[in-house]
């Protein structure tokens, strides 16, 4: 067993798998917010890509049973964000080949404009239906059972676009110094925690309470 996968056991969202709880489940405010406990700092602070908002990041793969669970929380969730918070997602592949094919099923579904329609059936597709989604013949297999034009979704799977994403996901995973997922950071200057988390939910109010700080100290960082 390698590093990666023991730092993948090892992580917090063990604890708090299958928990399907209203997103709110608690108000955290900045003044409540605890280092160590419900966030670390980011060191060095990272730049973000959406210039005067608060960038919140989502490190994420469709291979992880947790990042499944968090889905439609965290989706929800970023769908009442106010104007001036940005979130984005970074599927994650820690080095692993079949984590690195879904990623690039991820950014080559975006590519296409298939991923509305086909971000929670990729999900249920690994998880509940058990379908081999690991391999690049195997995925293609899928997206043509699921409408997706084969030629237009090969070309971008393939793509250098495609690969030069993954590439820059990795190095995040890098600077952000992620070890395990689901993981939210806020503003490039903290990553959500949340020892004290009973819930899945529960790390939402915390970014919440992390954004305000955030907004307190002049928002993202810079570069």
Same mark, same amino acid.
């Given at each position: 067993?390698?590093?990666?996968?023991?730092?993948?056991?090892?992580?917090?969202?063990?604890?708090?798998?299958?928990?399907?709880?209203?997103?709110?489940?608690?108000?955290?405010?900045?003044?409540?917010?605890?280092?160590?406990?419900?966030?670390?700092?980011?060191?060095?602070?990272?730049?973000?890509?959406?210039?005067?908002?608060?960038?919140?990041?989502?490190?994420?793969?469709?291979?992880?049973?947790?990042?499944?669970?968090?889905?439609?929380?965290?989706?929800?969730?970023?769908? $009442?964000?106010? *104007? &001036?918070?940005?979130?984005?997602? /970074? @599927? +994650?592949?820690?080095?692993?080949?079949?984590?690195?094919?879904?990623?690039?099923?991820?950014?080559?579904?975006?590519?296409?404009?298939?991923?509305?329609?086909?971000?929670?059936?990729?999900?249920?597709?690994?998880?509940?239906?058990?379908?081999?989604?690991?391999?690049?013949?195997?995925?293609?297999?899928?997206?043509?059972?699921?409408?997706?034009?084969?030629?237009?979704?090969?070309?971008?799977?393939?793509?250098?676009?495609?690969?030069?994403?993954?590439?820059?996901?990795? $190095?995040?995973? *890098? &600077?952000?110094?992620?070890?395990? /997922? @689901? +993981?939210?950071?806020?503003?490039?200057?903290?990553?959500?925690?949340?020892?004290?988390?009973?819930?899945?939910?529960?790390?939402?109010?915390?970014?919440?309470?992390?954004?305000?700080?955030?907004?307190?100290?002049?928002?993202?960082?810079?570069?």
């Amino acid at each position: 067993m390698n590093i990666t996968r023991r730092a993948f056991n090892c992580c917090l969202v063990a604890g708090l798998a299958g928990a399907v709880l209203p997103v709110h489940s608690r108000v955290v405010k900045a003044a409540d917010l605890v280092e160590g406990r419900d966030y670390v700092p980011i060191v060095p602070p990272q730049p973000g890509e959406s210039p005067g908002r608060i960038e919140v990041l989502e490190f994420f793969s469709y291979g992880c049973p947790h990042c499944k669970d968090f889905h439609p929380l965290v989706m929800a969730w970023a769908a $009442r964000l106010p *104007r &001036d918070v940005s979130f984005m997602r /970074v @599927p +994650v592949t820690f080095g692993r080949a079949t984590w690195t094919n879904l990623a690039r099923l991820y950014y080559a579904l975006e590519a296409t404009g298939d991923l509305n329609r086909l971000d929670d059936a990729v999900f249920r597709a690994i998880h509940e239906e058990r379908v081999n989604l690991f391999t690049s013949s195997a995925i293609v297999t899928w997206i043509k059972r699921e409408g997706v034009d084969e030629k237009r979704f090969k070309a971008a799977f393939d793509s250098f676009g495609v690969g030069t994403l993954v590439s820059r996901s990795d $190095r995040m995973v *890098r &600077d952000y110094r992620v070890r395990s /997922v @689901p +993981v939210l950071t806020v503003a490039g200057r903290y990553m959500v925690t949340g020892q004290a988390a009973r819930t899945l939910a529960d790390l939402l109010p915390i970014a919440d309470g992390l954004i305000e700080m955030s907004r307190r100290i002049g928002g993202a960082a810079r570069r």
